[in-house]
């Protein structure tokens, strides 16, 4: 067999190979995927976190809120996160139900970085889908409300 085809096209068995389960000239519909994108990231807690430096780095709790979209849209909606470090998890068992970014020492550039990857690395063949994978790395905003709305990630 032939490798993964590109959505929108047909995969190459069906180019003629006498095994293809698709007749010749059937073209196959591929869904397009989607992309999840970071389209603003808030600390109501420390406004200037991208340059804040923390009296002790190893002592950190801080929650966060991402504005996150579809790559090619406008809208978007809420997820929140923890960037915390074991010690400054200590007293606070209010929040160990919060999803969490656990850290050695808070440098935001590290923490981007990861937090980009997460977002960009989830993707499906609509928004539902994009916030189901979302939603195993972060707080939902909707949490509890019901399945995305199809279509605009805007409610």
Do not use: H
């Amino acid at each position: 067999m032939g490798s993964s085809p590109t959505p929108g096209t047909n995969p190459p068995e069906a180019d003629g190979n006498p095994k293809s389960r698709i007749p010749t000239g059937v073209t196959v519909e591929y869904p397009q995927m989607l992309k999840a994108k970071i389209k603003g990231i808030d600390c109501s807690d420390v406004p200037e976190f991208r340059t804040w430096v923390p009296s002790s780095p190893s002592q950190v709790y801080l929650p966060i809120t991402l504005s996150i979209g579809m790559e090619d849209s406008r809208g978007a909606e809420f997820f929140g996160i923890v960037i915390a470090t074991s010690q400054g998890m200590q007293g606070k068992p209010e929040r160990r139900n919060a999803k969490l970014l656990m850290v050695r020492s808070y440098v935001w550039s590290e923490i981007e970085t990861i937090l980009t990857s997460w977002v960009e690395g989830s993707t499906g063949v609509s928004w539902p889908q994009i916030v189901d994978e979302l939603r195993k790395k972060f707080d939902w905003e909707y949490e509890g409300m019901g399945p995305p709305v199809l279509g605009d990630p805007v409610r």
